[in-house]
């Protein structure tokens, strides 16, 4: 089975690899030395999981107070957690990890964005600055699209990983403007970045599941 799976793979031309696929192979080492630590002094895939999306809470009332830096340094930490949890979870159970905690990754990461925009959007709100207000808003709209145009569409079984702002990207954006006191610059370029994706995304499908 796996030989056949092995040569017909070979048929097929390599995909471009993402700048995420590209970062989790640069890091592969310095992860799966802090995954292996992690699992060696009884932490969990799943708790590592939750501890991040905890960590976020935290670092979302920071933001709602004005306290952008001590966000950022935050988030910085917690964030990693993300490239943990994927990782502990593989060398768990031997390179298959478990339905459940992708489920549970994917929700917690969901969360953790909203807790954070929600952060900002209550911040700009007490400011009175409802234009910047609103760009936040359009921004987690636009996550959420991303998101669930990448769930539509390996539903359908298509490759997902394109556009110009995912995940990564995103908090890419957002951490160091937030270290520098600046997180309205990050609300613009995921408000326009996000739904750029999104589009990108509709596209592909409308492409790939287009009746012949």
Known sequence: ??????????NQ????KTFSDQCRIWFRGFGETCSRFLLKIGLTANTVTI???????????LAATGHFTWAGILLVF?????FFDGTMARLSTGGKGTRFGAVLDSCTDRYAEFFI????????????????MMVAYIAIMGSILVSYTRAK??????????????????YLFLV????????????WA?????????????QYMRKELKEN
């Open 1 to 10: 089975m796996n030989e056949n799976i092995s040569n017909n793979s070979s």
């Open 13 to 16: 031309p390599e995909k471009p």
């Open 51 to 61: 501890i991040g999306c905890a960590g976020h809470i935290i670092a979302a009332y």
């Open 78 to 82: 917690f964030a990693v957690t993300d």
């Open 117 to 132: 925009f929600g952060g900002l959007i209550y911040y700009y709100a007490v400011h009175e600055d409802y234009l910047t």
């Open 153 to 170: 569409g390996e539903i359908e079984r298509l490759d997902m990983k394109l556009g110009i702002m995912s995940r990564l990207e995103r």
């Open 176 to 187: 160091p403007c937030l270290l520098f006191n600046i997180p309205f610059i990050a609300m």
């Open 190 to 202: 995921i408000a326009i970045g996000s739904h750029i994706t999104a589009i990108q995304r509709i």
